[in-house]
């Protein structure tokens, strides 16, 4: 479905080639950044180049967004300022006062805004266990508009069924968008299992240095649903800025060699940290005991670098290990290069499901071994803080 005339290579080489971008004045490899906000008419009063004014396109963004559509073999792709500001628009574009099924184990953030902003719109949310097929045939109406999937979601890192909730979701004539910032194109392609828009946080593997805020949507085909987004986009000026979308794009370049790094990384501390004393449960959808893994097997190309332990002594023994380590960064977020570690319900906050003694673990790039070692040091020293409850901040 990607544009054809795209070289035909496959996905990893049109990332690394930026699909044949080039720069025209000089044939430099790298294209340049484009900054300009406003562009000349033409004498006869047209906009020949495509380009009139920088809210609602600019070329850098459209060099990286042909290079995600061809990641997720989509047909179109809208960069946004943020992840968030990606699904919001998405919800955004929808006509109230449709009804969206949303998981009810899903980014933090995103399910706040559903429960406590989109109701403001008229928009009516079901939250529902998306991973039980039986739950989904009975949330889904003829009213359902949108099912929104995230897999694997956080913090469990629960896996859905992408083209089996596709064929509810579209028996009732509704719309199959999956976040599936943590899967990445590496290990899922969720249009060729169904879905009709793929959303990713891009500032977490797309780019995966921690210094760009981005988020994406990629459409299976351009319809009046997409335009409606398109349309949203422009109004809200939410496009992504052209520095941001050159440093993506540079980022782009390296994701497949990244994530399978990463991902092997994380398999291995998954299998050691099973076996730590220190350790009561550890969720990692390649191992043969996590609930999703199954499903994990049969739809990704990889189980990803994303994991969360529980971690023996409660809640203060959790923050006390997270407080102690030394090469893992005490930080939120996921997906870069450098590992991060965060006692997840202090992001949360106090109406948080997330289990109060767990940990989640973002892998980056390190030697396993430094990482291990970290960790196993910071289980053994730590001790149990004061006050569990310090530094609560939601993100
Ligand atoms: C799975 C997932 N989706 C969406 C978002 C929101 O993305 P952003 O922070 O780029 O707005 C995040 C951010 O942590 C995320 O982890």
Redesign the pocket.
């Known amino acids: 479905m990607t544009d054809r005339t795209l070289p035909k290579w496959r996905p990893r080489t049109l990332a690394a080639q930026m699909c044949g971008a080039e720069e025209p004045l000089t044939k430099g490899v790298v294209p340049p950044v484009h900054v300009a906000t406003t562009f000349i008419r033409d004498p006869d009063n047209e906009y020949r180049s495509g380009f009139a004014y920088g809210r609602p396109d600019n070329a850098s963004v459209r060099q990286a967004e042909t290079v995600i559509a061809a990641l997720e073999d989509g047909e179109e792709a809208l960069l946004f300022a943020?992840?968030?500001?990606?699904?919001t628009a998405l919800v955004l574009s929808l006509e109230p006062p449709a009804r969206i099924v949303a998981p009810k184990e899903?980014?933090w953030?995103?399910r706040h805004w559903l429960a406590h902003e989109a109701v403001r719109y008229g928009y009516r949310i079901d939250f529902a266990d998306l991973t039980d097929l039986d739950v989904v045939r009975a949330a889904v109406t003829p009213q359902t508009r949108l099912v929104w999937i995230?897999t694997p979601?956080?913090p469990l890192w629960s896996l859905t069924d992408i083209a089996a909730v596709a064929e509810l979701a579209h028996a009732v004539g509704a719309l199959v968008a999956v976040?599936s910032?943590?899967a990445t194109p590496v290990f899922t392609q969720p249009l060729t299992l169904g879905a009709d828009i793929v959303?990713?946080?891009?500032?977490?593997y797309l780019n995966g240095h921690s210094d760009v805020?981005?988020?994406v949507l990629v459409t299976r085909r351009r319809d009046r649903a997409w335009n409606s987004v398109t349309s949203v986009r422009m109004q809200h000026g939410a496009i992504l800025g052209p520095f941001e979308a050159w440093l993506l794009m540079r980022s782009l370049r390296t994701l497949d060699v990244r994530l399978r790094a990463q991902s092997e990384t994380a398999a291995l501390l998954a299998a050691r940290l099973s076996r730590h004393p220190g350790i009561a449960q550890v969720f990692y959808p390649g191992l043969d005991g996590h609930r999703g893994h199954a499903v994990a097997a049969r739809q990704m190309r990889g189980f990803g670098a994303m994991l969360s332990v529980r971690v023996t002594g409660g809640e203060a023994h959790a923050i006390a290990t997270a407080s102690r380590v030394g090469l893992w960064r005490r930080a939120?977020?996921?997906g870069s290069v450098e590992s991060l570690i965060e006692h997840r319900a202090s992001v949360e906050g106090p109406q948080s499901a997330c289990p109060p003694d767990l940990l989640r673990l973002s892998v980056g790039l390190e030697d396993v071994e430094d990482l291990y070692a970290d960790l196993d040091q910071a289980l053994g020293l730590g001790l149990p803080c004061a006050n569990a409850n310090d530094g609560r901040r939601r993100?």
């Open positions: 943020s992840g968030m500001a990606a699904a899903m980014y953030a995103l995230e979601s956080n976040d910032t943590v959303m990713h946080s891009a500032s977490k805020l981005a988020g939120t977020s996921l993100t």
